[in-house]
Every structure is written in C-alpha cells, then in structure tokens.
C-alpha cells in the first residue's frame, strides 16, 4: 500500500509528535534521530531535511508539546465572566502536578538539557515567561477588580509557579507520602497568602 504523501506541515507535524514520544520514553540523552525516523518508516535523512540536527529537532519538539499546554491554559484564563479568583484557581489546579496538565517529565527532561544546550534554554525559557506573564495578567485583573489585594502581580506569578514547579519535580522524579489532597491544600495556602483573598472566598468563587 503506498504511503500518503504529507505537505511540509504535516510531516513535521508527525516528526514533532513522535519526537516528544520518544523523549518522554527514553530521555532526551538517549533519542536519536534514527528512533524518530524508525517509528514513523522513514528514513533518518527525511528528518533531518526538517530538523538539521538533534538539539533543533528536541528544541522544536519541547516547544511543541508545551505551546499545547500554554494553548489550554489562555483557554482557563480566557473567560473574564467567571472572575479571576476562579480562573486563577482553576489554571493553577489543572497546572499543578496532581491536575491534569499532561508532560511534567518532559519540562523537566527540558530543564536539565536546557543547562547544555543553549538553544533548548531560549526555547525553554520563552515559554516559562509565557507562562508567568499569563498569571500576572490575571492576578492584575483580580487586583483592578478588587478581588485581590498585591503589590506586584509579576511577583506573586513567579512565587507561584516556583512553587509548582517545585511540587513538580518532587512528585515526578520520588514516589512519597504526599497525597493529591494535600498538594493542593498547599497550594490554595499559597494563593491565599499570594492574593490577600480569604480561604472561603478562594474557594467558593463563581
């Protein structure tokens, strides 16, 4: 049966989606072009005339898997209506590592190559302040709504991510007694602590 033949974007779009596959199974130390080209029965040359070498194909395909994250995320925070304490929560909730935000191993995966390779670290570091930025827009409608009292938005956005990011790394890399409940008690502490918001009006926020 003859193979369907793929514009450029699909192609790379399959590279890319198999890409991420294979780091999140193998590690970003161990891929190679020639897994990514075995999974999809083509040669090791047809990826390389989309990604020239390793570092821009794991680079791309990082950013790839993350720009999903950051898509659904603008979704959450997208929706003025619901108020910002709901949308804040809810972002951080299904951002958290017990949430349902999906390629936890694969930023950290990206954190520590990111210490190498210097166009992974752009990659990388372009998408945390995407990140952040989208938090801080949020906090700062909350504070011009009068549901959040704090000084400095950007602040409280970098306070909170660290904060994720930490539970991230912790949960993903050692299995421990620290439950989902838990987790996400600390994390309405410190969204609390972060907002000037009581823990009731957190919470209940519709």
Known sequence: MARVRLSVE????EILRVAVEQIEARGIGNVR???????LGVSSSLVLYHFSTKELLVSAAFAHAAEADLAHLRKILGRPRLGAARRLRSAVRWYAPTGQAKGWRLWIEGWAAALR??????????????WKAA???VIAEGVAAGEFVCDSPEDAA??????????A???TSYKGPLGRAR???????????ELGID??????AR
């Open 10 to 13: 699909e192609r790379r779009e």
């Open 33 to 39: 072009i020639a897994d990514v080209a075995s999974v």
């Open 117 to 130: 390779e210097p166009e992974l670290r752009k990659v990388t570091h372009g998408l945390d302040q995407e």
């Open 135 to 137: 938090l801080a827009e």
């Open 158 to 167: 970098w306070r909170i991510t660290a904060l994720l990011d930490g539970l």
């Open 169 to 171: 790394v912790q949960t």
């Open 183 to 193: 987790m996400l008690e600390w994390v309405d502490d410190a969204l609390v602590r």
């Open 199 to 204: 823990r009731e009006a957190l919470t209940s």
